[in-house]
Each structure stands twice: as C-alpha cells, then as structure tokens.
C-alpha cells in the first residue's frame, strides 16, 4: 500500500508539471501541437511488501508508572486529607470513667464481726473450669444477740452444687441444709404489768432439702424443635417441738413450636405430709397434697402474644378437692421494646405449708390448721417496657377472690406466739385489689437504682382487718461506683401501718382472767441500711455494713421488736 500510494503521488506530480508546461507554452504559441509521449521505463511488476515488525523501532513501555498530580488549590476550603502514607495511624484507646473491675474469680472467704455480738462468716467455692461442668459449695454463718432479755437469732447455711451440660440437655442440683434458731423473746404485759413469758423457751428451724433440674438445650438450628423440663424439689422441715412436714414435688414442662404456634403443657404433682396439726383424728398428722396439669397454645404475632388454655387443680389427701380455673394472656407491643400492654385472667390453688408459713413467722405455736388457698378469680392488666439498657419499669393492676386467706394472730393463751386463722370459703370470698410497680434505672456506669411500689387493699368476709397486712410497701436500693476500689450501696424498706389482735389480761385471779380482744396499731417505719466495700489488693477487700441506721426497733409482729442499729464489719478475700 505504501509503494502504491507513492506511485500515484509522482504521477499526480508529473501529470501537474505537464499541465503546467502546456499552460505556458499555450501562451507563447497559439497554434495547437499535438501531445506526444516518448517512453516509459519499466523496471518490475507492483507488488506491494509489508514491513518486517522487527523494524518497528518504538515498543510500548509497560512500566507502572505514577502520573504527575498537580497540588489543587480551592481557596478558603479546608483541605481535610487522608494521610496514607504508611496505612493506619495507631488507634488511641477512649479513657472510660471510674468502674468495679469484675471478679475473675468467685470463689470468697468473708469474715465480720459487729455489735451485738455479731459474728459473720461467709464462703463459696466454685470449680469452673471445665466449659461444661460446675460445681462447689457454700457455708454461712450468723448469729446476734439483741439487748432484749433472749432476743437471739442465729443462722447457718451449708451446701453443694453442680452443673453438668450435655449435647441435648443439661443437668444441675442443689443439697443443702438450713438452720434457723432463735427464741420466743415477746414480752406481753398483763394490766398490772407481770410478763406472761417468763420461760422465753427457744426454737429451732432444720431444713434439709434437695432441688435437681433437667433442661433441653436451645437448638438454633432448628427453632421448632421439642423442648422439655423436668425438676424435683424435695425437702424434710422440722422445729424444736412436734411440728414437721415432709415434701416431694415432681414438675414437667413440655413444648413445642410450630410455625407461629406453641403447644404445650406444665405438669406437677406435690406430695405432702404434715406432723404436729391440728388434726387430732389422725394423732396430729396431715396429708395435704396437690397435682395440676395447665394445657396451652400460644399465638406469637408481629407486635402481640395470644395465650389460652386453662388449670386443672386436684387437691387430695386427707381431703380432696377438684377445680377447673380458667387461663388465658395477651402482651400487646404498642412500640416495640418500649410500651408493652398486657393482661390475663387465670387461678389457682396454693398449698399451705408450714415450711412458708415459719419462713414469714418464725413464731409460730404447735398444733395449726392447714388450709389450702383457692384463687377463684385473678384478673391482671398493665404496662411494661425499657429504654435500651437503661431504664426499664412495669406496672400491674390485680383483683382476686380468695377462698380460705391464711392470716397469723396472736394466740388467746399464749400471745407470745402466733396462730393461723382464715378468711373467705366458698360462699363468701376475700375481695382484693392491688397494684404492683417496678423501676430500674441506669444512670450512668456509675449509678444504679431500682424501687418496688406494692398497694394491697382487701374487702374481708368475716375477719375485721388483714392482720399484719400494711396496705402499702416500698422498697428500694442504689449503688454506687465511685471508683475501681471502692463501690457503695443503699437499701431502704418503708411499711404503713399494719393491725394486730391483743387481748386483756388480768393475772390477779386464778385462773388468768382474759378479757375480749381489741385491736392493736402497729405504726409505720422506715428502715435504711447501707454498706460500703473497698477493695485495698487484687483479692483483698474491706466491707462495712450498717442496718436500722435511723434506730427503730419497729415491730413487724405484735411483741416482736426488730434490732436497733447494728454495724458489721470485716474482710472479704478472693481467690
């Protein structure tokens, strides 16, 4: 193509340089002479050659080369760069405020001392070092003495634990011993001012029991999967006197989901036989035994969870009983995790026992009544929700008819102790109306606060007031870390007045003369306690815990003052 192209150029040359010569010969000569060619000179036939490429003398440079970048100027913009010169610049840790290191460990030794003859000890040992066992145990001690004539208390704990996890379910329990003694330290006064508790006689509380749990393992790859639960609670409590009760409780629970839907069932049966009743027919023995099955289905929605079934309750023993209560819930999300409204109704039969009854009343006298208590109606409604990790409250309206309410009193005979008596039968019920309410706040990493608001307000059947029932309850606690060392905490218990049963006494005659009985005022009180702990090494540290602060011996029970302020300190070692 080359070679063609410059052919054609001296052609077009030569055939201008003719045209050019004809043009000025023309006008020299005016004649026409004819054109005449001489020769041509052929010296070979076209044809057209490709150049070799290895005469290609400029080759592509494939070197990676960075291109000049001018520096741009835009003038009163801030030029805000990114330095990558060496990659990432060292991170810088964000320095937090002041907070309790946690305990690597938690295995203790704890040992205080205080007035009143205060002496605390306190341990827990734990082996957890294996990702699927634990287990230990604990001891605790203490005891007081008041400055009341045998106003004593004392209280041991003793137990071990463990904890096994399978692949399918997991395995812990609990055997324990408990020990509780103190004294009938009340001191009711005749008219002329004679003790009628000279004696002061002592009692003592042993409670060995045993709690044992098997549990499903949550399966996430597989949400629909079968979920079960069985447990065993079993205990023997006896006191000083006559009095015992034996317990074994076998519990079930079974579930399973499909799809938006939960079917299921709680089961147990609590088998229960008590000595030292009043049930003289039987030489002062007992059975009092109940069994329930609680048949449900749930329905989870996008912002509600729907609940229906409903309580089979058989009560059998020395007497039976068969009764049917209803079940049903909704928890309504009207902003999620914020506002929640809920509400139900169901019943429900709670077992008298005289393990429960001793733990709220330790002064309890011999041969009692048991009655179970029937919940014929619970009608609940509220609201609840958190803000984050940070706030979190929720409030509850309740009414309930209740069939025999227990209430203690003192005894006619013996004031110094208490009896059960009961309220409402099937005829003629214990209204009740209350509200609960709970708040836990966050403030920072530092503070901590919480309270609980109880209103209890009760219509009787026959009986003038709830005894030893304050219609209103507050409690409440804080704590506070002001440092890595040192952290503070503060409980407060406020109780409106409550009533009791008293009675005259005329001890001039023989036998006592006992007057009618008259209601007694137990006033309100506000107990507050607090404690501090400082930590001085890595595993040492130095507690100090105050009670009653404000010093009011305030009586929870008639003829039964509470300790005056007490102060225990001492030290607590990790390890």
Same mark, same amino acid.
């Given at each position: ?17 003719? &045209? ?78 002041? *907070? ?10 704890? /040992? ?19 990702? =699927?066992?634990? %287990? ?16 004593? %208390? ?18 812990? &329990? ?7 003694? *103190? ?12 003790? !009628? ?62 799809? *938006? ?6 089961? @147990?049966?609590?088998?229960?036989? !008590? ?7 039987? =030489? ?49 999300? !009207? ?83 208490? =009896? /059960? ?27 901590? #606060? ?11 059947? @026959? ?8 219609? #209103? ?20 218990? %406020? ?20 007057? *009618? ?23 040492? &540290? ?34």
């Amino acid at each position: 193509m080359k070679v063609l192209k410059t052919a054609f150029k001296n052609c077009a040359i030569v055939a201008l340089l003719l &045209g050019m010569g004809h043009q000025a010969w023309s006008q020299e000569d005016t004649v026409q002479q004819p054109v005449t060619i001489d020769s041509f000179n052929i010296v070979r036939d076209y044809k057209p050659i490709l150049a070799d490429a290895v005469k290609i003398r400029q080759s592509p440079d494939m070197t990676n080369k960075r291109s000049y970048m001018p520096k741009m100027n835009y003038g009163n913009i801030v030029d805000k760069k990114l330095d990558i010169n060496t990659g990432l610049k060292e991170l810088r840790v964000q320095e937090l405020p002041f *907070t309790r290191k946690e305990d690597i460990t938690s295995n203790y030794v704890k /040992l205080g001392i205080g007035n009143f003859g205060t002496i605390l000890g306190e341990a827990y040992i734990a082996v957890e070092d294996y990702e =699927d066992i634990r %287990f230990g145990g604990f001891v605790k001690h203490l005891n007081q003495k008041g400055s009341l004539e045998q106003q004593k %208390f004392s209280r041991q704990e003793v137990g071990v634990f463990g904890r096994r996890v399978l692949p399918y379910f997991t395995v812990d &329990g609990t055997l324990g011993y408990n020990r509780y003694a *103190t004294r009938f330290y009340g001191i009711p006064l005749s008219d002329d001012g004679q003790t !009628l508790n000279p004696a002061k006689e002592p009692q003592r509380f042993n409670d060995i029991y045993f709690t044992g749990e098997l549990t499903s393992n949550f399966d996430p790859q597989n949400e629909e999967a079968f979920s079960y639960s069985a447990k065993l609670d079993a205990y023997t409590f006896k006191d000083k006197f006559t009095s015992k009760e034996n317990s074994l409780a076998l519990s079930a629970y079974v579930n399973k989901r499909v799809r *938006t839907f939960n079917v299921g069932a709680n089961v @147990a049966v609590d088998v229960n036989a !008590l000595q030292g009743t009043s049930n003289t027919a039987n =030489d002062g023995k007992l059975n009092n035994s109940v069994a329930n099955i609680n048949p449900y289905i749930s329905f989870k929605g996008a912002n509600y969870t729907l609940t229906f079934g409903a309580n089979l309750v058989s009560e059998f023993g020395d007497s039976s009983r068969f009764n049917i209560f209803p079940s049903a819930e909704i928890d309504f999300s !009207l902003v999620p995790e914020y506002i929640h409204l809920f509400g139900g109704v169901n019943g429900g039969v709670k077992k008298a026992s005289y393990r429960a009854f001793s733990q709220l009343n330790p002064y309890l006298g011999p041969d009692q009544e048991y009655r179970n208590a029937v919940e014929r109606l619970n009608f609940f409604g509220g609201i609840k929700g958190n803000a984050g990790a940070t706030f979190g409250y929720k409030a509850k309206v309740i009414y309930k008819s209740i069939e025999g309410m227990p209430l203690f009193i003192n005894s006619k005979e013996t004031p110094f102790q208490f =009896d /059960l008596i009961y309220d409402g039968n099937a005829d003629d019920r214990v209204k009740y109306v209350g509200i609960e309410g709970e708040v836990n706040v966050r403030l920072s990493e530092l503070v901590n #606060l919480g309270g609980r608001l109880n209103l209890d307000g009760y219509t009787m059947a @026959a009986k003038e007031e709830a005894w030893f029932t304050p219609a #209103l309850r507050l409690a409440a606690n804080a704590r506070f870390n002001i440092s890595e060392k040192l952290y503070i905490d503060a409980e407060a218990l %406020f109780h409106d007045v409550s009533y009791g049963k008293a009675y005259t006494y005329d001890t001039s005659v023989d036998p006592i003369s006992i007057s *009618t009985d008259q209601k007694a005022t137990l006033p309100s009180f506000f107990d507050l306690s607090g404690g501090a702990e400082y930590k001085a090494l890595s595993n040492l &540290g130095v507690f100090i815990r105050v009670n009653n602060i404000f010093n009011k011996e305030y009586q929870r029970y008639l003829y039964y003052p509470k300790l005056g302020f007490n102060l225990i300190g001492g030290l607590n070692f990790s390890f």
